[in-house]
Every structure is written in structure tokens, then in C-alpha cells.
């Protein structure tokens, strides 16, 4: 599997140089992360897809940066799925029709399937997406290589189960970690014990 970058263009204090969302080109066209709904993301997303129809969208968590965009690839893109942990306190607020999500759901997507892995502490609804053949972690905003990750109570977040997470992402073990801020993250076990 080889997941491309696509750059959300949405940088601001809190999201650094913006998002990044990842494109799993394949049988099965998947978009991890929706962003914010720039229209530069939705042009650089076309042009990665060539002319294939991009067939779903899993959205790691409900907060804005990472969901938002949905609506906006809907109207552009009006056959796409959506697909994302519920919680229904936010989800009314981005006027998608989402698909449930939950933990150990399979999915396929691009040329392979990726498991729902829920890891809850930034956000109650956080997903992490887990490629067991490559070993890879599309990780949403459960880890940011050089900054640390924001738990915001206001918005769902509880430090003992972001603890609680990191712990399981380790059992997996992962090779490489996809974030949707900062760079790939290519020593992860050594960055979630840090």
C-alpha cells in the first residue's frame, strides 16, 4: 500500500502548516481525513486521482480540521462514503450523511483492507486506521512528531484514555505512523513512549 499526501491547506496556529490527508489510490479510492473543505485541497485531491472516482472518506475524529471538508467533497464528489466513529453531540454540525464506524471494523480500502482501531483521549470518537500486511498507522491527531498533542476537555478529551491508547497503538507495533499534522512518524514505538 502506498498512501499518498495530499495537503488539506489549512494552517493555523493549532494545526501547524495544516493538515495532511492521506489518499490509498486502488480498487477502492480512500480519502483518511476530509480537512476543511479548501477548495485547493479538493483540486490537489482531483489531480491525485487522475480521473478515478474517489469511493470513500474515513474521517478520524469529529473535530473540524479532520471533518469539516466532508460536505464539500460530497458536493463534489456526490457518490463518495463517509464513515466515521459516531458521536452525535458533533456530527449534526458538518451536514453529512455519515456512515457509522466502529472499533474493529474492516474496511476496504485502495488495494488492501485497513482495520478501525478506536483510540480515544484527543476526542471520544478518534480513530486510528491499521494496515496489517505494511504495518501502517494512519494515526489522526493520536500523535504530531516534535509537538504534543492537544486533549481538550471541552471537546471530549481525557488524558487517561489518550494513555490508554498510546498503549494499545504500541501492542501494535507499528512500522510507520501517518499523522495528519507534522511529518511521518518512523520511530513510533520510541515516540509514544516519549
Not at 15 to 28: A, D, I
Not at 32 to 58: C, F, N, S
Request: glycine letters at 8%.
Amino acid at each position: 500500500m502506498k498512501p499518498l499526501a495530499v495537503h488539506a491547506f489549512n494552517p493555523s496556529p493549532l494545526t501547524g502548516r495544516g493538515n495532511t490527508t492521506w489518499l490509498l489510490p486502488g480498487h477502492v479510492p480512500t480519502l483518511i481525513d476530509a480537512g476543511t473543505g479548501e477548495p485547493q485541497h479538493l483540486d490537489a485531491l482531483e489531480r491525485e486521482l487522475d480521473g478515478t472516482r474517489l469511493a470513500q472518506v474515513l474521517v478520524t475524529h469529529s473535530h473540524i480540521d479532520h471533518a469539516s471538508g466532508a460536505a464539500a467533497i460530497a458536493e463534489r464528489m456526490p457518490l463518495v462514503r463517509v464513515l466515521k466513529m459516531p458521536w452525535h453531540e458533533h456530527d449534526g454540525q458538518w451536514r453529512v450523511r455519515w456512515e457509522p464506524l466502529t472499533d474493529g471494523d474492516t474496511i476496504a480500502a485502495g488495494d488492501g483492507v485497513i482495520t478501525a482501531v478506536h483510540t480515544p483521549g484527543h476526542s471520544p470518537d478518534h480513530l486510528c486506521f491499521w494496515e496489517q500486511d505494511s504495518r501502517l498507522l494512519f494515526c489522526g491527531d493520536l500523535a504530531w512528531k516534535g509537538s504534543t498533542i492537544v486533549i481538550p476537555p471541552k471537546y471530549g478529551g481525557d488524558v487517561t484514555a489518550y494513555l490508554t491508547s498510546l498503549e494499545r497503538v504500541i501492542q501494535l507495533a507499528p512500522a510507520q505512523m501517518l499523522p495528519a499534522h507534522g511529518d511521518v512518524i518512523d520511530q513510533p514505538i520510541e515516540l509514544l513512549r516519549e
